[in-house]
């Protein structure tokens, strides 16, 4: 686990855009194809603006959600509309390559139609996880990441790929990836920023170790190369 701190947060953003382009460069020179995963939140439209600006080869790179609301796709709650706006439809990325939680349809039927397409993408037997080359996430001021809030059952599930839930805050349908899934990324890039995350963050490096009361310790704690990228709002006195 490394962290890199930042003085705001836009330099925090703008290092962890940097750092997944430079991870989905040395998939794509290896294997041809990168698999990127990201999170929505307020902390992803800098990263977005940063990716969007830089040349790449995005027909070459397939985007999927952590988790996604249960709204339309153009709805502003929509984690997809924020990647839309700031990412997608900015850089010209291929919308053939864009495999989007469909959050208007009933919430279970959302998590299922997107654990098959994930199954089929990955060429899964059931049981089995994707191993996506990097996922972004980020942390709420409760130490939630996805859509696994404090006192969450799926906190437990090691088994899933993805589930309905009914989050704590609005609007409070969501489907979100579960651990197993989240805990096999080659790569897991944390952007965390503002004043408001330091406290639980203190408890997530520091503090005992309770994934059912701070879920985003399952990634501080298990994950596997895990970076965080940290403003000094969010990362003082760690």
Known sequence: MSRQIAADAAGAAQSCAHRVLEILQET?????????????????????????KTPFAWEKVHLFWIDERAVPPTDNDSNYKLANDHFITPAE??????????????PDQAAKRYRDELEEFFDLQRGGFPAFDVIHCGMGEEGHTASLFPGEAH?????????????????????????????NAKHTLMLVAGPDKNPILKQ???????PWKIPV????????????????????GL
């Open 93 to 106: 990325f291929p919308k053939r390559n864009v495999h989007r939680i469909h959050g208007e349809i009933d």
């Open 155 to 183: 906190i437990e599930d090691r088994t899933g790929l993805t589930a309905a839930v009914f989050a704590p805050k609005l609007p409070h349908w969501r489907v979100t990836t579960l651990p197993g899934l989240l805990l």
């Open 204 to 210: 997530v490096f520091n503090g005992e170790y309770d």
């Open 28 to 52: 794509l020179a290896a294997n041809g194809r990168a698999t990127l995963a990201v999170s929505g939140g307020s902390s992803p439209k800098l990263m977005f603006d940063e990716m969007a």
């Open 217 to 236: 310790q399952l990634i501080a704690r298990e994950g596997t190369n895990v970076e965080w990228f940290l403003d000094e709002a969010a990362a003082a």
